[in-house]
């Protein structure tokens, strides 16, 4: 009796972590695949996470990672501003400061109120004491009401 209880158990549990796992896999009904963009933004995101944690070598390696989708992503799709953000982003975080301000000077050319851009433009005005630069790009964010203005004016406030 103990054992049929026991199997019974075992069967139930692995039929419900079976279900589990084919409802949450991949499936026919879970749209459409992720494209290099959403990749690469999904790993930039996990790469900031382990660089607030102080993980700064994880969050290198993610960088690099999502830069190489990013790449491709661009190739697939060019002059996209959202994809060149990410991309002068992780460029920004590897050090390639020059490479990171031509994407986000390509992507204002397409959308020059782009929030993010001009945060992270900012950014990399600062940390290469261009500090009347990154001025400019706060006053393009002047009125948003966003976050990406309040960040860049702690920044700049603090410099």
Do not use: W
């Not at 959308?111 to 261009?130: S, V």
């Amino acid at each position: 009796m103990k054992k049929n209880l026991l199997l019974i158990v075992i069967i139930f549990s692995l039929s419900v972590i079976g279900y589990s796992y084919g409802a949450s896999s991949g499936g026919a009904n879970d749209g459409a695949k992720k494209t290099n963009y959403d990749k690469g933004a999904y790993i930039i995101k996990k790469a900031k996470k382990y660089e607030k944690k102080g993980k700064i070598k994880k969050a290198t390696i993610q960088y690099e990672k999502a830069l190489k989708y990013l790449i491709k992503s661009n190739k697939e799709k060019p002059n996209q501003p959202d994809t060149l953000n990410y991309l002068g982003f992780a460029s920004r975080k590897l050090g390639n400061f020059e490479v990171a301000e031509k994407y986000y000077l390509e992507g204002l050319k397409i959308k020059p109120n782009h929030k993010g851009i001009n945060e992270y433009l900012g950014e990399l005005y600062i940390k290469t004491n261009r500090v009347e630069l990154a001025k400019q790009r706060l006053e393009v964010l002047k009125g948003c009401a966003c976050e990406e203005y309040s960040e860049l004016k702690e920044l700049i406030d603090n410099n």
